[in-house]
């Protein structure tokens, strides 16, 4: 039995606005959207273009309030081939939200507040 990655999901309160960031921030872009019938929720499947791995984005209408984070000790990783463009991009973006420069990483955070973690490749 061999099991391997599909998607993980973020849920979103403002669609629009994430969709920007990640495209803006991470380059990723639209590749399936699923729309509830009575509009109570949108998916949207987001691709780097080069992996299978997707990033799943749920927008719900009767969510109303922020979601809960906890400690933000769960995020998504990526890896950049341009560590230092990379870098220059976020602080631009203003989304660098914590940095460790022992081990050569950084994360940057969406609208939401989830974590996303920056790695050099190798």
């Given at each position: 039995?061999q099991?391997?990655?599909?998607?993980?999901?973020y849920?979103?309160r403002d669609?629009?606005?994430?969709l920007?960031?990640?495209?803006?921030?991470?380059?990723?872009?639209e590749?399936?959207r699923?729309?509830?019938?009575?509009?109570s929720?949108?998916?949207?499947?987001?691709?780097d273009?080069v992996?299978?791995?997707?990033?799943e984005?749920t927008?719900?209408?009767d969510?109303?309030r922020?979601y809960?984070?906890?400690?933000?000790?769960i995020?998504?990783?990526?890896?950049?081939?341009?560590?230092?463009?990379?870098?220059?991009?976020?602080?631009?973006?203003?989304?660098?939200?914590?940095?460790?420069?022992?081990?050569?990483i950084?994360?940057i955070?969406?609208?939401?507040?989830?974590?996303?973690?920056?790695?050099p490749s190798?």
């Amino acid at each position: 039995m061999q099991f391997t990655f599909a998607h993980n999901n973020y849920n979103v309160r403002d669609l629009d606005r994430s969709l920007a960031f990640y495209k803006e921030a991470l380059g990723l872009t639209e590749v399936r959207r699923i729309n509830a019938e009575d509009g109570s929720y949108i998916i949207v499947y987001l691709s780097d273009g080069v992996s299978k791995h997707q990033m799943e984005l749920t927008w719900l209408r009767d969510w109303d309030r922020p979601y809960n984070l906890g400690d933000n000790e769960i995020h998504l990783a990526f890896v950049v081939d341009d560590y230092s463009a990379a870098y220059r991009k976020h602080q631009e973006m203003g989304c660098i939200c914590f940095e460790n420069p022992a081990m050569g990483i950084y994360f940057i955070s969406d609208p939401d507040g989830y974590w996303l973690e920056i790695v050099p490749s190798k």
